[in-house]
């Protein structure tokens, strides 16, 4: 069965940190393109950045540029997402997607995701 995992998630104060980690079960991520998304309370998913899978290029969020950055560990078989001075309205469930292709296709508004993790929740409060 195709699997995504993603782990990191928590609690933390506005201006902090947390990385997120994204990892598979029954294939290899370092072949396809993987994107972060989150979906807020009462709010629709949103694409966040993804990373294409032979350059590191790729697309993010505008609100989300400077402070939150994507990578992948081939090593590891891993995407991370580092991200940095936290806001509240980051907080959000925080979802992986790996495509069926080496490259972010559809972004920001129809991402073509094949295969769907079952989310971290991220908070952001004082």
């Known amino acids: 069965q195709l699997q995504l995992v993603e782990s990191g998630g928590g609690s933390v104060q506005p201006g902090g940190s947390l990385r997120l980690s994204c990892a598979a079960s029954?294939?290899?991520?370092?072949?396809?393109?993987i994107g972060w998304f989150r979906q807020a309370p009462g709010k629709e998913r949103e694409a966040v950045s993804c990373?294409?899978?032979?350059?590191?290029?790729?697309w993010s969020l505008d609100s989300v540029k400077g402070r939150f950055t994507i990578s992948r560990d081939n090593d590891k078989d891993t995407v991370y997402l580092q991200m940095n001075s936290l806001k509240p309205e980051d907080t959000a469930v925080y979802y992986c997607?790996?495509?069926?292709?080496?490259?972010?296709?559809?972004?920001?508004?129809?991402?073509?995701?094949?295969?769907w993790g079952e989310g971290t929740l991220v908070t952001v409060s004082a």
């Open positions: 997607g790996a495509h069926a292709v080496s490259y972010c296709s559809g972004y920001p508004d129809t991402p073509d995701v094949n295969i």
């Open positions: 029954g294939f290899t991520l370092r072949y396809y393109a």
């Open positions: 990373m294409h899978s032979r350059d590191g290029s790729g």
